[in-house]
């Protein structure tokens, strides 16, 4: 069966501060990768998704970047945090073949600039 | 942006009622899905209904679906304190499986 882990679970860091989150599938290849932000009490915004190694695209300009390094791996990043980048963070994958179009979501990631 | 504009912003019921959320969006869809979050949690999807299909069941959870009014509406019947959560819509259009997520419906169920 198919997982999906992120890590940390929750991060509070300064404000000009770098950012790694990681985002790890298992049970799955070729899967498309997803990125979310939600801010507090609101819906998911959608950042990058990715439909390959290697391939990103972004939706909203941002702060942030997005890179997915080996198959399964999809990482976000930023140089230089800002107070706008606290939320949760959702990593989400679904089949690339398009077979079932429900998304699989991470357990998140709760980030705080101070 | 924000497709879907999900009303109510919060419900309170109490156990063994029915819940009822609804959901507008603004562009053509593919399909619409649901979705349930738990206190601090990632998604869990619930339901998905196609464009051609006006209602769909799974257990008890019924989704109608009306292509006219761009308009969802999620029910949940028999409601017990576990469904406490938020709950949110999604839409796929075009090409791809891009989901864009309504703002939510908080969900409370009282014993």
């Known amino acids: 069966s198919q997982t999906i882990h992120q890590w940390p679970a929750t991060l509070v860091q300064p404000v000009g501060s770098p950012l790694s989150l990681e985002c790890t599938v298992e049970g799955t290849s070729n899967p498309n990768l997803y990125w979310y932000r939600q801010a507090a009490g609101r819906g998911l915004q959608l950042l990058f998704y990715?439909?390959?190694?290697?391939?990103i695209s972004s939706e909203v300009p941002q702060n942030l970047s997005a890179s997915r390094p080996q198959d399964r791996q999809f990482i976000l990043s930023s140089k230089k945090l800002l107070l706008s980048d606290s939320g949760f963070y959702l990593c989400?994958?679904?089949?690339?073949?398009?077979?079932?179009?429900?998304?699989?979501f991470g357990p998140g990631t709760r980030l705080t600039v101070l | 942006s924000q497709q879907g504009e999900e009303d109510p912003q919060a419900l309170s019921i109490q156990e063994g009622e029915n819940a009822t959320m609804n959901c507008s969006y603004k562009?053509?869809?593919?399909?619409l899905q649901w979705y349930r979050q738990n206190s601090g949690r990632g998604l869990v999807h619930l339901i998905l209904i196609r464009s051609n299909e006006r209602e769909k069941h799974s257990g008890r959870l019924r989704v109608t679906l009306d292509t006219s009014k761009k308009s969802s509406s999620l029910l949940i019947t028999a409601s017990r304190a576990a469904d406490t959560a938020s709950y949110f819509c999604?839409?796929?259009?075009?090409?791809?499986?891009?989901?864009?997520f309504g703002t939510g419906t908080q969900l409370k169920v009282e014993l």
């Open positions: 990715s439909v390959g190694i290697g391939q």
């Open positions: 989400a994958w679904d089949f690339s073949s398009g077979r079932e179009q429900k998304q699989f």
């Open positions: 562009t053509s869809i593919n399909n």
């Open positions: 999604a839409t796929t259009g075009g090409g791809g499986n891009k989901l864009t």
